[in-house]
Structure formats: C-alpha cells, structure tokens
C-alpha cells in the first residue's frame, strides 16, 4: 500500500492520473496539493457520484514549508509531480509564472522530499518522487531526424519548456547530490477527457460544437507525436512500480501526426458523430453538421506561434522493452472516446468556457491564484 501526493492533480493529466490511480490501487491513499490557477478545476476530480475521488488541498507548491509539512504528516511515500504552467502560448505572453511554479515550485518540492525522508527520522518503506516531464525539453525535429530519446541533448526552445528543463536537472541534481531516489518521464503531447479547452484538440472540438472557427497556425504542417491520456498514466504506474531509481523514461504513442491532419481527423469523427445521433444536431445547433455542412469549413489559418517547434516525436524503445509499456490506444480510438468525453460532459466545459467553474471554485476553496 503507498501514500501517494499528487500535486497538479486538478488539471489534466493530474486528474486522469489520480482517477487512473484509484481504480487501479484502491487501498493506496492519494492526496492532491493544487493551488487551483485557472488550470485546475476540482469538477475534474468529482467520481460519477458527485463525491470528491480523492482529497484535495488547496495550496501552492511553491509555498515554503508546505509540502513538507503534508509529506510528514500524512506520511507520504510517493510524490507524483505534475503542477505547472503548463500551456506554451501563455508561456510566450508570460513567463514569470512559469519560472515560479515549474523551477521554484518544483525546487521547493525537492526539498520537502529531502527534509522529509532523508534527514534521518523517516521510518516508512522505500519513497519515490517521480516527475512528469515533456519531450519539448529536446526543442524540435527536423523531418528526417531520429525521434528524441532519454539521451537527447537539451535544447528548450520555448520559455515553458526551459523551465521544464530546469526542473528536470534540478530533479537529476537532487539524485546525484543527495541520494533523493527519483523518476523522471518524458512525455510526448497527451489528448483526452478533462483537458482544458486551450489546446489545439479540445479547442478544435469546442469551437467547432459551437460553430467558432478551428484556428489552425502557420501552414498546419507542424508535427506532434500524440499520447491518449490514459496511456501516459499507465506509463507513470509501470516507471514508479518497477521503474530504476535515478532513470528517465521517454514516453510517446508512435503516433506523429501534422496538426491540419490531426484536426481534419476530428472533423470526420464530429461530421461521424452528427450522422450517428439525430439529437447532436438539436443540441448543437451551430455546429456545421447541423446546417447540412461539413465541420472541416471551420479549418482557419491564422498566424503562427513565435518560435513554433516544427516537429516533436519521442522514442519510446526504454519504457517499452525495460517496462513492457505499450500504448493501448490508436489515435483513432483514442480521439473517438475523446470526442464521446466532450459530447457526454458538455457541462463540464460549459462552465470552464463560461468561466462559471471559477467562481464555484472560489466558493467551495476560497481565493485561487488566478
Ligand atoms: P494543466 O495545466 O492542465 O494542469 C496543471 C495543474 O497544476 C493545474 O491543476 C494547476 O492548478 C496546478 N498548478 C499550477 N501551478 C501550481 C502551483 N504553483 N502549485 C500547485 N499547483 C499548481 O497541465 P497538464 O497538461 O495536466 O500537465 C501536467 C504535467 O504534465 C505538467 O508538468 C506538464 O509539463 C506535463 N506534460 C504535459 C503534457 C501535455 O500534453 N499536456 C505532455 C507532457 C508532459
Ligand atoms: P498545444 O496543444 O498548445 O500543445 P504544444 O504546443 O505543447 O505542442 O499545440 C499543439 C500543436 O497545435 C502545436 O503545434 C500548436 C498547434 N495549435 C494550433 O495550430 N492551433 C491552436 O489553436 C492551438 C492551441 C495549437
């Protein structure tokens, strides 16, 4: 049985990860720290009774103190790091934020992790402080490169992934310096239920219910190596089980895909869905398929991101062959449940488009972090 704190566990992958968490290792307890910024949504975290699925703490890993005071008084054995800023555009227009919580926070959690457990007075089992990383540390691919793998140079090209590469030295720093035993993963783009609507799949898909257009930037030929959600949490679990103490594992679906394809994959699958059910069209009445039209007439080229990375796709062969990890989802299958997700829980992203989820946010835990 472990004693796990998740941090970011009410943002995307978090939230799959803590659902994927209590399903597969139901005597385990998880504790989520979340300092709740516009990224985290505790609806995310809400099982089909309407109860919490785990226990959810308000506060920001960046807070010094903090985490080590829960890591000790909940007697945490497994801390599973996925808090960040985490959306590159934002990055672009406002880095600072990504310098405190991905390296600052990042580096407070490290301490905790060593005060806690290493200074002597920790009578638990074996720890682990495992951190979920992203393949954009590695910059970007030209077409006929190999993909990136664990031994990849560093070459951040964004300023959300040169704070993610700073925490992944400072996670690497605390093995080597102090012993802390330490995962790190390194994972290519992930897709899925709960992802908040300001990346490229779930914003194609909402725009298009709500007959908005689907912004496509520059000539739509970047590439993006895509992982369902589900899979990335798999991974996680197969790297803290069985994983070696101080290695970093590349996880990716071998699934590259330009972006123009990515999104007229969707369309079909939308255009799909509105033949399949007759009640779509009534509920979505913008939405192309309603009006007789396909969802592809949305597809609007607009101006590129600065410094946009061409191309990412990862090299999974170490996790595959040291961890028997394989995805289990095709990209088709995978985007199908995700479109089923976001047609069943139009409540969900109503509220976080209407920004409705941030004042029950607010009441429910008090001031957030914006
Ligand atoms: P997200 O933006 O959806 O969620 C981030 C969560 O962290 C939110 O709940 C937010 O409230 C919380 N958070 C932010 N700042 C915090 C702070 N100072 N203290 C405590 N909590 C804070 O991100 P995501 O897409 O779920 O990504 C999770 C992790 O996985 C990140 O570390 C990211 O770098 C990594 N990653 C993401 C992808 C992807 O495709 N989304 C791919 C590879 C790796
Ligand atoms: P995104 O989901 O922001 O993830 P990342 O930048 O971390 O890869 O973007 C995925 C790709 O889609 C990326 O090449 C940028 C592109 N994109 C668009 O073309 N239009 C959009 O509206 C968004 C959000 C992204």
Redo the contacts with the bound molecule.
């Keep these: 049985m472990a004693d796990l704190l998740v941090?970011?566990?009410?943002?995307?992958?978090?939230a799959n990860f803590v659902r994927y968490w209590r399903a597969a290792h139901p005597n385990d307890r998880v504790i989520v720290?979340?300092?709740?910024?516009y990224?985290?949504?505790p609806a995310s975290l809400e099982g089909d009774d309407g109860r919490p699925v785990s226990t959810l703490i308000h506060?920001?890993?960046?807070t010094p103190g903090l985490a080590e005071s829960l890591l000790r008084e909940h007697r945490i054995d497994t801390v599973v790091?996925?808090?960040?800023?985490?959306?590159v555009d934002r990055s672009i227009h406002g880095p600072d934020a990504f310098l405190?919580?991905n390296v600052r926070?990042t580096h407070e959690l490290l301490k905790a992790a060593r005060a806690a457990w290493l200074d002597g007075a920790w009578t638990g089992g074996p720890v682990r402080f495992h951190h979920?990383?992203?393949?954009e540390v590695y910059g970007s691919l030209e077409p006929d490169d190999r993909p990136f793998q664990e031994t990849s140079p560093y070459a951040p090209n964004s300023p959300y992934a040169a704070t993610?590469a700073a925490s992944d030295h400072l996670v690497r720093a605390y093995h080597h310096t102090y012993g802390l035993p330490v995962t790190t993963s390194n994972?290519?783009?992930?897709y899925g239920p709960y992802?908040?609507p300001e990346?490229l799949i779930p914003l194609s898909l909402v725009n298009a219910l709500g007959g908005k257009p689907m912004p496509i930037y520059g000539d739509g030929m970047n590439v993006r190596d895509w992982l369902y959600v589900g899979d990335h949490c798999r991974a996680i679990d197969r790297v803290l089980s069985d994983g070696r103490v101080g290695a970093v594992y590349s996880v990716g679906g071998r699934n590259e895909w330009t972006n123009i394809a990515v999104v007229r994959l969707l369309c079909r699958l939308l255009d799909g869905a509105f033949g399949a059910d007759a009640g779509l069209a009534a509920r979505f009445p913008d939405a192309p398929p309603a009006r007789g039209r396909q969802t592809s007439t949305l597809i609007t080229f607009v101006r590129d991101r600065p410094g946009h990375d061409r191309r990412y796709a990862i090299d999974a062969d170490r996790i595959g062959l040291e961890l028997g990890f394989r995805p289990s989802e095709s990209f088709e299958t995978g985007l199908e449940r995700t479109v089923a997700w976001y047609l069943a829980n139009e409540r969900w992203w109503r509220a976080v488009m209407d920004g409705s989820y941030r004042e029950w946010t607010e009441r429910q835990y008090g001031a957030t972090?914006g």
């Excluded at 941090?7 to 978090?14: E, L, N, P, R, S």
């Excluded at 720290?33 to 910024?37: E, G, I, Q, V």
């Design positions: 941090t970011g566990g009410a943002g995307f992958i978090g720290l979340d300092a709740l910024t990224a985290g949504n506060g920001d890993i960046c790091h996925f808090a960040a800023e985490s959306h405190e919580t926070g979920v990383s992203t393949d993610k994972c290519s783009n992930n992802q908040f990346k972090a």
